[in-house]
Nanobody, 122 residues
Framework: QVQLVESGGGLVQAGDSLRLSCAVS????????MGWFRQAPGNDREFVAG????????YYANSVKGRFTVSRDNAKNTVYLQMTSLKPEDTAIYYC???????????????WGQGTQVTVSS
């Protein structure tokens, strides 16, 4: 059983930066995608960014490209999301996700973290 524990959320102002961390425990495959989703009030949960354990290939939603960077530290079993130039519309609960599968129609996720709140004030 994979367990994910997020940290690093908080309240920031527009234009600020924030880094989220996700500590991963349990069995993971080197080829699987780890990453982040977010859910704002009244919205569906949406994909933000993903990274593979082995070759660190990365994937981003168009809304965060150029502002967010996803990375992983295999030695620490930790996935990060560095967020810069934050906007009020980035306000959401951010969820760490493991064993992400990408499909033409969307994504599936096998494991979720508990979520961490990110609030960006204008």
């Amino acid at each position: 059983q994979v367990q994910l524990v997020e940290s690093g959320g908080g309240l920031v102002q527009a234009g600020d930066s924030l880094r989220l961390s996700c500590a991963v425990s349990g069995p993971t495959l080197s080829t699987e995608i780890m990453g982040w989703f977010r859910q704002a009030p009244g919205n569906d949960r949406e994909f933000v960014a993903g990274v593979t354990w082995d070759d660190a290939s990365t994937y981003y939603a168009n809304s965060v490209k150029g502002r967010f960077t996803v990375s992983r530290d295999n030695a620490k079993n930790t996935v990060y999301l560095q967020m810069t130039s934050l906007k009020p519309e980035d306000t959401a609960i951010y969820y760490c996700a493991a064993d992400i599968k990408r499909y033409r129609s969307g994504y599936s996720v096998k494991y979720w973290g508990q979520g961490t709140q990110v609030t960006v004030s204008s």
